[in-house]
Each structure stands twice: as structure tokens, then as C-alpha cells.
């Protein structure tokens, strides 16, 4: 067990402090290592029958995240719950506009909202972390608009010092890369649906199989774009053609490799130049 710093040691006391003086909780998890932490501690301060872990088997989560998560609870003694929300059927959320992560969080934050209707003394959690509020997250409002609390972002933990934590507890996933929703790799104002969302968890599990960790395939209807990390381009790009014959026989018209490299929300690019326009 990695020991933790000073520093560290007393923004568990926080966490500790945080959980000890409520009753019980129902985390939003998916699987990453924010809810992960969060459902973790959940258990571990306040004990296995106060710590509810509730997961969305929806369209727009990868297939292997929840597995993982399952077995996560399974391996740790945690309660899980799964639910199915039906965001997909919503045209406010599958039209993908700017703000689609808010229809989506409001979908899910309802049906935990019901859940809570069996445990009323609980609080509704999510894994929001310090660095999650610079960030465009229009899902921060759907968590406020059904008090969803955030103890990581009340204890003002980052990514970095939650995973330091999670890597002393030695949770599997603590050095997991972020795995953001399916949903994510379409861009704003195109239309997301169930068969781009397949095509795009087959080639970034395609990537994955042919050994590159951290991945996004972006979908731009015609075409997909694909992104690894800067350092791993050279590897990627000895294999290149075996790589868009494979991910073209996904259903891809064309296939184009992102010289750039892996940037995590890059397609939020195109808001940043929408504000500016619009200044």
C-alpha cells in the first residue's frame, strides 16, 4: 500500500469528516475512478448496507466499463444497482447539442432520485472532482437542479490527488484513463445514434487490442478520426493501413489518423470558437 503524504493524509480526514456526518449514500457510478473513489469511501465510512452504487447500462457505456464496474463491486462487498436511462429516445439529448451532457445527467439523476424514494435519509453523489468546475460540464447544472453533492469537489480533490489516493487503496483502476461516453466522440449538432455509437466502441476496442491504452475514435458521420496519444503516434503510424482496413470494416467510409495526438474534450474546440464568433 502506497503511503500517502501529509498533504494527502489530511484530505482524507475531509473525506472521512464528509461521509462520517451523513447517512448513507447512492452514487452515480460508471465505472471511472472519480465515482470509483467516491462509492469506495462511501463503503468504507459508512458501511456496506449506507453505500449504494447505481449504474446506467445505457448505449452511450462501453460494454467493458461495465463489466469492470461490476466486477468492482463484486470484488469489494458493494452494493450495485443497475438501472437502463432511456436518454437515447430523448431528442433533446440525441440531436447532440451543446449542452447534450445536461439531458443526459437529467435523465440519470431522475431515475437515482427515484432509487432515493427507498432510502430518503441518503444523499445522491456524484464523482464531480475539483478540476470538473473549470471545465465545460453542463451536467454540473443537472446536478444542481436535483442536489446532487460532490464530496471530491467539496473536499477540493483533484484528478491527480484522487488517483494518489485511489492508488493507495489499490483500487484496480486507479490509473485507468478517463473513458468519457460513447457520446463524446460525435460532434455537436450531429445526430448521435446506437450504430455510431457500435462503430466507435469497435475501433477504440480494436486499438486497445492491438496495444494502445488511451484512445478516442472520433465520428464525423463520414468519416472517423483517429486519436492516441502523442508519444504512441509512430507506432500507430507503422501500422497504419492495417488500421484503417480494420476500422473502415467497422462501417467507416474513410478513416483519418489525428497527427495531433489524444486531446481529452477536443471537440469542445468548436464552442470555444462558437463563443468567439458570437463576442
Not at 36 to 56: D, H, M, N, P, W
Not at 122 to 151: E, I
Not at 186 to 209: C, D, G, M, S, W
Request: glycine share 6%; proline share 3%; charged share 25%.
Amino acid at each position: 500500500m502506497q503511503t500517502l503524504s501529509d498533504h494527502l493524509k489530511h484530505k482524507l480526514h475531509q473525506l472521512e469528516d464528509w461521509f462520517s456526518t451523513r447517512k448513507g449514500s447512492i452514487v452515480a457510478f460508471s465505472g471511472g475512478i472519480d465515482s470509483t473513489l467516491v462509492l469506495f469511501l462511501a463503503r468504507k465510512f459508512q458501511g456496506k448496507e449506507c453505500a449504494i452504487g447505481v449504474i446506467s447500462n445505457s448505449e452511450s457505456l462501453k460494454a467493458k466499463d461495465f463489466e469492470l464496474a461490476q466486477s468492482f463491486c463484486r470484488d469489494f462487498d458493494i452494493q450495485l444497482e443497475v438501472i437502463k436511462t432511456q436518454e437515447l429516445t430523448d431528442l433533446r439529448y440525441n440531436q447532440n447539442p451543446e449542452n447534450r451532457c445536461y439531458f443526459c445527467k437529467e435523465h440519470l439523476f431522475h431515475d437515482l432520485r427515484e432509487i432515493q424514494q427507498k432510502y430518503p435519509d441518503f444523499d445522491v453523489l456524484s464523482g464531480t472532482n475539483h478540476d470538473d468546475l473549470g471545465d465545460y460540464r453542463p451536467g454540473l447544472q443537472a446536478a444542481s437542479k436535483f442536489s446532487v453533492k460532490a464530496p471530491m469537489a467539496d473536499c477540493q480533490l483533484t484528478k491527480d490527488e484522487l488517483r494518489q489516493i485511489a492508488k493507495h487503496f489499490e483500487l484496480p483502476n486507479w490509473d485507468k484513463p478517463a473513458s468519457p461516453c460513447l457520446s463524446s466522440r460525435i460532434p455537436y449538432n450531429q445526430p448521435i445514434t446506437h450504430q455510431k455509437l457500435q462503430q466507435v466502441e469497435a475501433a477504440e476496442n480494436l486499438l486497445n487490442e492491438l496495444g494502445f491504452r488511451d484512445v478516442r475514435v472520433r465520428h464525423y458521420g463520414s468519416y472517423g478520426q483517429v486519436e492516441v496519444q502523442k508519444q504512441e503516434l509512430d507506432k500507430l503510424l507503422a501500422i497504419e493501413d492495417q488500421v484503417i482496413a480494420q476500422i473502415r470494416s467497422l462501417g467507416f467510409q474513410e478513416v483519418r489518423i489525428d497527427r495531433e495526438g489524444l486531446v481529452s474534450g477536443k471537440l469542445n474546440r468548436a464552442l470555444k470558437g462558437l463563443n468567439q464568433t458570437k463576442a
